[in-house]
């Protein structure tokens, strides 16, 4: 039978569907489809949570996330943000049931914020379904002891990375350990843009001194890309003020960008040395121990258990697609579909899985002239890394190790300049590559079996 909270979720999200068909923006079979048979499991006063039938049906609502959210601003008069999930992401949340929900609600206190939603982080990211590996141990590490004792180890910490390595991830692991721990602290998560847009809109409504009141009210600030601030004197100096005012006050402040805090062109020079003063750690692209882990993961969490993908797959996808996680997790979604559309198969094979990305993968032709770029590929190949992470910024031994070797092999195989070595992996300075060469050389003239890895890269490439 269904509980009162549960009829009352049905009330309310059949109101926005009827809204949404009542303006014509989207098809009567599209949301009876997709719509109709999803399910609103959580309504509280900052966020909604529905559960859609399949995959699909989340990703056709999704695009209409904003419309959705203003909807059930104007019929709760309360939550103005939206997250949709699919079956499997919701089962694997500790979301409390609606019986569960109407005795929280009985104690709860709301929040006397007009201006900003506090604890609006996003439940789906936490510290327990992050993969950690070399490339991002560092991180990690850093984001678990902020959330442990928030103000009092780093603050500021500053992520740095490109999009898709997992900086959005560790924000929020951060806000969900730190509610979890204590629900009573005030986590706001916001990004570089919706900042700007709260500054903006702030001055506009004749806001702007209750945006500051409750912006020196954060316990925890964790700002998402904030080289969008850059060029924005009215946010630089409101943001200004805040960062002095939250850690004169021991409140933590974790920022991430997609570079380092010297490199962010049009951010004032107050704010950069003030990032300065906190620890500043970066994200490298998942070496390939770390990228098997995360497709594993994700695997887990979209396939059935009567699904078989072979563990020579995972090696294939961890091997092509590991610049990021969100190309791991784009060539997952490609296989599934590809799988399912066209092979109607529920055990994904090697052969199955060339067949899907033919044409994506890298695959020399027979006798080719030795570049570069095959140079780097057979390399990151006999030492299990992706082509990205040589060319990347890590300095874990392993990747770095690779990286001399695959700049002594350019240097002895094609004889190319020290120069354009440097350009080849990741615009080094000539410097640099000479110092790979002649360690190498070192390695060489002492260790047997570097010697024998050295020989048997040559034939590889020699082959191709």
């Not at 939206?82 to 499997?88: A, D, S």
Request: with cysteine.
């Amino acid at each position: 039978m269904m509980s009162s909270l549960e009829a009352y979720y049905s009330e309310i999200w059949n109101k926005v569907i009827d809204e949404i068909q009542n303006s014509g923006k989207i098809d009567k079979v599209i949301l009876d489809s997709f719509y109709r048979t999803s399910t609103l499991v959580s309504l509280s006063s900052n966020k909604a949570i529905i559960v859609g039938s399949n995959e699909v049906s989340k990703q056709i609502m999704m695009k209409e996330i904003v419309m959705i959210s203003e909807l059930f601003e104007s019929i709760d008069g309360n939550t103005n943000t939206c997250e949709i999930l699919t079956q499997v992401e919701y089962s694997k949340l500790n979301i409390p049931s609606p019986a569960q929900q109407i005795h929280e609600s009985s104690t709860h206190i709301p929040l006397s914020s007009t201006v900003l939603n506090y604890n609006n982080v996003l439940s789906e990211y936490r510290f327990d379904n992050f993969i950690v590996g070399a490339s991002n141990r560092e991180c990690h590490a850093a984001a678990l002891g902020c959330a442990y004792d928030p103000g009092n180890i780093y603050t500021p910490l500053f992520i740095y990375g490109n999009s898709g390595l997992g900086k959005t991830h560790l924000l929020n692991s951060i806000g969900n350990f730190v509610l979890n721990s204590d629900p009573t602290k005030k986590v706001y998560y916001t990004s570089g843009l919706d900042f700007v847009e709260k500054v903006v809109n702030s001055i506009q409504n004749k806001t702007i001194d209750q945006l500051k009141k409750e912006l020196y009210d954060i316990d925890v600030l964790l700002m998402d890309d904030i080289q969008f601030l850059a060029g924005k004197e009215k946010s630089h100096e409101i943001f200004f003020s805040l960062f002095n005012e939250l850690v004169n006050n021991r409140k933590q402040i974790v920022i991430t960008s997609d570079r380092h805090p010297t490199e962010i062109k049009g951010l004032e020079e107050r704010l950069i040395s003030r990032f300065s003063s906190g620890l500043s750690v970066g994200l490298d692209s998942p070496e390939f121990e770390t990228a098997v882990a995360i497709l594993r993961l994700k695997i887990s969490n979209q396939v059935s258990d009567d699904v078989i993908i072979d563990d020579d797959v995972i090696s294939y996808l961890a091997s092509n697609f590991s610049k990021d996680v969100r190309s791991l997790e784009g060539c997952i979604k490609r296989l599934l579909f590809y799988a399912i559309q066209f092979s109607n198969r529920d055990h994904i094979d090697m052969a199955l899985a060339i067949e899907t990305f033919k044409g994506q993968v890298e695959t020399p032709a027979e006798g080719q002239e030795v570049t570069v770029s095959l140079i780097q590929r057979v390399v990151a190949d006999y030492y299990g890394l992706t082509k990205q992470q040589l060319i990347s910024k890590s300095r874990t031994s392993n990747i770095a190790n690779a990286r001399q070797i695959a700049m002594y092999l350019c240097r002895y195989l094609i004889d190319l300049p020290f120069v354009k070595i440097g350009d080849e992996f990741g615009k080094r300075d000539h410097s640099t590559v000479m110092s790979a060469c002649k360690k190498v050389e070192a390695n060489l003239k002492k260790d047997a079996f570097y010697r024998q890895a050295i020989n048997e890269l040559e034939k590889q490439i020699k082959a191709k």
